[in-house]
């Protein structure tokens, strides 16, 4: 299955990241704790250049906790200071404005060394769709100061926003590269809710993400949706999960399409467990 998405505000958005680069002291990347590897833009070390960059794993609630402290030793090693927040309980983000102030430390002192008096510390907030951007800036800001909601590209313009500790940050819409070179990641996407589902076969997505599921957790399909057995194949599970949900139509026949639906809501809420699609290379 191939997915392209990438809409005319998409490209706009990432010209307005590289244009206000020049504006801001560090870079907020946040990313999926789900899919750390899968929801980065593949341009972003070319996009952010030499400023000092923070990776922030959000949604850390649904995210499989062992995978997530893997990857933020990963990221930590990779030279990038990681944490992990929960935009929606607010868990975690009064650490970033304290981490900002950190990483322009040297900056900050340069300027006094010489005499003069440092502006307040400047960041701005990169990431594809659906990560949870507006969620995330709400909490940091401790409002409702922007438009939020579950589907993605639902954030438009800019806005500056003040944080803690006098950090001020600079609201961007998300980025999302123009290509998914790898089917895998696309799907990763696609059944974390961060591709509008107008764009791919949501039955295909969700007999994937049954397959991967048969694969690594099959006793939370059995508990979830009271199955005693479990077929070999996604389809077939998303016939069973239709027919135990009571999605049928004329004649008790399952409506597959409904029944993918449900599997795929069920999963991004984390009805069905914590879970991480990608791992950490090495």
């Not at 706009?12 to 990313?31: C, F, G, M, P, T």
């Not at 609630?61 to 933020?72: K, Q």
């Not at 980025?175 to 591709?195: C, S």
Request: charged letters at 25%.
């Amino acid at each position: 299955m191939s997915i392209q998405w990438y809409p005319g505000h998409m490209a706009r958005a990432r010209r307005l990241v590289q244009e206000n680069l020049k504006l801001v002291d560090v870079v907020i990347e946040l990313l999926d704790a789900r899919i750390p590897a899968s929801s980065r833009n593949p341009l972003i070390g070319k996009i952010v250049g030499g400023k000092p960059h923070l990776v922030v794993l959000n949604k850390e609630d649904l995210a499989d906790p062992h995978l997530t402290r893997l990857w933020l030793d990963w990221f930590r090693g990779c030279g990038l200071p990681a944490l992990v927040v929960d935009s929606t309980r607010r868990k975690g983000v009064a650490e970033v404005p304290m981490l900002v102030r950190r990483l322009v430390e040297d900056k900050i002192a340069s300027l006094a060394a010489r005499g003069r008096r440092p502006p307040n510390p400047r960041c701005m907030v990169v990431g594809i769709p659906n990560v949870g951007k507006s969620f995330f800036i709400n909490a940091l800001v401790g409002s409702r100061v922007t438009r939020t909601g579950n589907r993605p590209g639902v954030t438009r313009g800019q806005q500056w926003v003040r944080l803690a500790r006098g950090v001020e940050l600079l609201d961007t819409p998300g980025v999302l590269w123009p290509k998914f070179d790898d089917p895998q990641v696309a799907l990763k996407l696609a059944a974390t809710g961060a591709i509008k589902e107008e764009v791919f076969d949501v039955e295909e997505v969700a007999a994937w993400l049954a397959e991967w599921l048969l694969q690594s957790f099959p006793a939370s399909l059995k508990e979830r949706y009271r199955l005693e057995e479990l077929p070999a194949q996604g389809h077939r599970v998303l016939e069973l999960i239709g027919a135990k949900r009571g999605l049928v139509g004329p004649g008790g026949v399952v409506d597959s399409y409904r029944a993918a639906v449900h599997l795929l809501k069920e999963f991004r809420e984390g009805r069905l467990g914590r879970f991480t699609l990608d791992v950490p290379p090495g």
